[in-house]
């Protein structure tokens, strides 16, 4: 493989190239791919994967990771619904969901950050934690909602666009010009790089990766709610794999496993790419057992994209 076709395929025009084929390939073959209620419905059904894959940019571009985060959508998704219950408020139910997730970060930034445990050992305690205390709270069931305007958080829209697909678009933009634009982008992908090197620069590295892991666990809450809103109760089990989806979407989309290498743009495009995988096998009818593989070659891909991206020294 020439250098040339090297820094085509592993590079950011790599990613848009593979993209743009798999496009066309759906459209010219999977009947109603392009319809307008089915793109619609690829794009609501990619809110709470992107929402979380936003922070997990963040979590990977400083060699962390996070796979609590389908136990936290879940957890906080049912405090929304469950405060909102108790109180009749629902930007009080928000607000709970929003403490909740915040306080399940701070837990794992501390811990992986300041105290120097390892992250795939802390977020997977915590996985088991936060879905136990899911589970204990709600008796092992889904929790209705009795007041029908929290339904609206994700029935309402704009223009005719849903409220979560902008939502998301917001997300998207926001997070892009955070780490293209803000010190505290530049302070993650140098953490990433070479953490000695940063914090002897003067990178307040411990602040900022427990800073990102809060974070993360606010933007699992704003999914939570949205995803508690959609399905019209909180659900204990909800958002299981999510963890898997949203690493997945970040290294298909450039983000190195390794640290010091992310992009909002490839983010974005990886988390459409496993939104398109997922919509065609349904418009399809492929069988659920079989969408696992899918799932799983695809995780596998990016996992080896990442390894020939590092290993090629091609930066983007």
């Known amino acids: 493989m020439t250098t040339t076709l090297k820094k085509i395929l592993l590079g950011e025009q790599g990613l848009l190239v593979i993209f743009a084929i798999a496009l066309v390939l759906v459209s010219v073959f999977v009947p109603n ?13 990619v809110v709470t994967v992107g929402l979380v894959a936003c922070s997990m940019m963040l979590c990977l571009a400083t060699r962390d990771f996070d796979l609590s985060v389908g136990s936290t959508v879940a957890f906080t998704g049912m405090m929304a619904v469950m405060v909102t219950n108790a ?44 879905r136990g205390f899911g589970l204990i709270i709600s008796d092992g069931r889904a929790v209705g909602v009795k007041e029908p305007a929290f339904y609206n958080i994700a029935l309402s829209s ?18 892009g010009v955070v780490l293209n634009r803000t010190v505290f982008g530049r302070n993650t992908l140098a953490i990433g790089g070479n953490p000695d090197a940063a914090r002897l620069a003067g990178v307040k590295v411990v602040w900022t990766r427990v800073t990102i892991f809060a974070i993360q666990g606010v933007m699992c809450a704003i999914a939570g709610v949205l995803l508690a809103s959609r399905i019209t109760s909180g659900q204990p089990n909800a958002a299981t794999g999510l963890e898997l989806s949203a690493i997945s979407a970040c290294v298909l989309g450039g983000v190195s496993l390794a640290g010091g290498r992310a992009t909002m743009t490839g983010v974005i495009v990886g988390v459409l790419i496993l939104g398109i995988a997922e919509n ?22 990016a996992v080896l994209l990442d390894n020939l991206r590092s290993s090629s020294g091609i930066r983007r």
Do not use: C
Request: avoid cysteine.
């Open 158 to 175: 704009v223009f005719g666009i849903p409220t979560p697909i902008i939502v998301l678009a917001l997300a998207f933009i926001l997070f």
């Open 33 to 45: 791919f392009l319809s307008t209620r089915n793109v619609i419905g690829l794009l609501q059904a």
């Open 87 to 130: 109180t009749g408020s629902i930007p009080l139910g928000i607000l709970g969901a929003i403490a909740a997730g915040a306080a399940v970060g701070l837990v794992n930034g501390v811990i992986i950050a300041k105290i120097g445990i390892n992250a795939l050992i802390t977020t997977l305690a915590t996985m088991q934690l936060v």
């Open 280 to 301: 065609v096998m349904n418009l399809l009818n492929i069988q659920a057992f079989y969408q696992y593989v899918v799932r799983g070659l695809i995780l596998l891909f």
